[in-house]
């Protein structure tokens, strides 16, 4: 179903209201036939996006309310975040920084609600990646990722003024052996980076980009 303006071909062209075939609607401007400029497209699911469309893909910036509660706030290109948003997570959590094809990609902030710790710094493809500041209530470590774990040389800072140097080592993975009955195709748990302590200092303006 739709009511509202159409251009001189009958095509939904303007500003108009449609019902759609599962029960979608939308609500706002149409050009020759597709969505395209504002409009207001609401999910039988329940989930919301109100922002800018061209040729019926989200793309400029716009709000999208998810079913679990979640929001994206932010820009869009060709139906993906993509750009420069904001994303509040059902768990209360947020991250505010930039995307590429729907995911965490370029500088970023992650706030986790529950400890109210935060990571700045660099994602790749919605993974921590890269130079970085994991900051915390009383001290905070800054060096670099890798696949969303800290690794190689980094520091420590507290805030009664020192600073903790040392590296994250990946420790080796020991192979057990394999029993009988065991299925070989398993693959090992990644274990996590161990702390090793180099030397304790006064504050100093050590940066992981430094490296670079």
Known sequence: EYEGDRDGE???????KARLPYGDTYEGEYEHGLRSGHGTYRFKNGALYTGNYLQNKKHGK??????DGSKYAGDWVHDQRQGYGEYLYANGDTYTGEWANNKRHGQG???????????????????QNGPAELIHLNHRFKGRFLNGKPLGRGKFIFDIGCEQHGEYIQPVQVKEIEKEEEDED??????????????ITKLTPWSPHDEE
Request: overall charge neutral; aromatic content about 20%; glycine content about 16%.
């Open 10 to 16: 009958g095509q939904r062209h303007g500003f108009g």
């Open 186 to 199: 398993e693959p090992p748990l990644p274990l996590e980076p161990i702390w090793k302590v180099s030397e």
């Open 109 to 127: 902030t992650y706030v986790y609600k529950e400890t109210g710790s935060k990571y700045v710094g660099c994602w790749v493809n919605g993974i």
């Open 62 to 67: 716009g709000v999208f309310f998810y079913p």
